[in-house]
């Protein structure tokens, strides 16, 4: 919490001996001061008020009246912050800024970096965090600094910033820095409401362009993935963990590490992606997997082997890719996003020629809309075309 005070700063005298007054901004153990206008002896301060008789002061009260009105005005504004949640995101200099300018926030003053610094504590979502946290440690990366306020991001700015992360990286994880960015603006502007729309970069801003990859395998590629024989226990843990996922309609690499029971045959959680909540039964192929690897503790030795799904994801694709350059597989770049692919595409086509509604609802795709309240969705639609996929297989 920030604090205001009236002081006699009397760390350097003035050359006729007198000393400012100032009042002393406190935030997160720093202070930063705004002058009052008054120089005076240090005989004649009285913590807090000018005392009577002080020279060159021709009205002690209306002077004492000034610095009182001035402490007032600080903590109105303190308040003003703290009742608007902006004072959280705010350097003690920043909220010094506020109140100094009369309770308008330099847009220039307010650092990016910093503010989504507060900000990622506050997501839920781990998976969402660490994208956040990736593109916190990409921007620092980009700069040299932990200094990047708003309005310096412009236009040219983000082309420039687009152009040093497509040197490195592939135009999806490109876009995902850029969207991450943007969705820091919108919350700067309508949440917490610390800069204006006047500085918004991203009107008429490209993307970097990014053609969808075809991961769709052929139904005999997960046949030759599915009864591939290693020695090798990391590849063998790979297979099956892409085969599990294939097994349960595609599910997604963190949604697996995040179950915690079978209960009456079926795995009920949320989507970590969408938050929607969503069902899916396990059929035998899936749980002859989830016996043959069943933790000590947890429902999963994925869950006890890796510290989180960000590993998880990590380790399988880099043991797939080992799968893949096999001969009898042939896949280079095989990865976990292969099964859900695939998944769909064999339900998309003949002989089994499921429609595009049914195959975005196995998959969980989108969030719950006002419309989805409607409807009971009859599982076992999703369970049969799934049945289906499989027997195929």
């Not at 910093?114 to 900000?119: L, Q, R």
């Not at 593109?135 to 687009?162: C, E, H, P, Q, S």
């Not at 396990?282 to 749980?287: K, N, T």
């Amino acid at each position: 919490m920030a604090t205001a005070k009236l002081i006699l700063d009397t760390r350097k005298a003035k050359k006729d001996g007198t000393f400012p007054i100032k009042l002393a901004i406190s935030h997160k153990s720093k202070t930063s001061y705004i002058r009052a206008n008054f120089a005076i002896p240090e005989k004649y301060w009285d913590n807090g008020r000018i005392k009577r008789g002080c020279p060159d002061i021709d009205n002690i009260r209306t002077a004492n009246n000034k610095l009182a009105s001035l402490l007032l005005d600080a903590d109105d504004f303190i308040e003003e912050l703290e009742e608007r949640r902006r004072i959280d995101i705010m350097s003690v200099a920043q909220v010094a800024d506020y109140i100094k300018n009369g309770g308008k926030q330099q847009q220039s003053a307010v650092n990016f970096l910093e503010y989504i610094e507060k900000y990622v504590p506050t997501i839920k979502n781990n998976s969402t965090k660490e994208k956040y946290n990736t593109t916190l440690v990409k921007l620092k990366d980009y700069m040299g600094t932990d200094l990047l306020f708003f309005d310096d991001i412009t236009k040219a700015w983000l082309n420039r910033y687009k152009e040093y992360r497509l040197e490195n990286s592939s135009a999806a994880t490109t876009n995902i820095d850029l969207r991450n960015i943007r969705a820091i603006f919108n919350r700067a502007i309508d949440f917490d409401e610390v800069i204006g729309q006047e500085i918004y970069p991203f009107r008429k801003f490209e993307f970097a362009e990014s053609k969808p990859r075809n991961l769709r395998l052929p139904i005999e590629k997960i046949r030759q993935i599915r009864d591939f024989q290693t020695d090798n226990k990391y590849i063998a843990l790979a297979r099956d963990f892409f085969m599990l996922s294939f097994y349960l309609i595609g599910m997604n690499n963190s949604d697996i590490y995040d179950i915690v029971s079978i209960t009456e045959g079926r795995i009920e959680y949320d989507r970590n992606k969408t938050n929607k909540s969503y069902s899916v039964k396990v059929e035998p192929e899936a749980m002859e997997i989830f016996e043959r690897r069943k933790g000590e503790n947890l429902l999963l030795i994925y869950q006890e082997r890796y510290a989180n799904a960000r590993n998880l994801t990590k380790q399988m694709n880099k043991h797939l890719k080992e799968l893949g350059k096999h001969e009898s597989i042939n896949i280079p770049d095989l990865m976990m996003y292969h099964a859900r692919h695939s998944w769909a595409g064999i339900a998309a086509k003949k002989p089994i020629g499921a429609g595009k509604p049914l195959i975005a609802q196995a998959l969980g795709h989108g969030k719950t809309t006002v419309t989805d309240t409607y409807f009971d969705y009859d599982n076992e639609l999703v369970d049969d075309l799934n049945r289906r996929v499989l027997t195929l297989l």
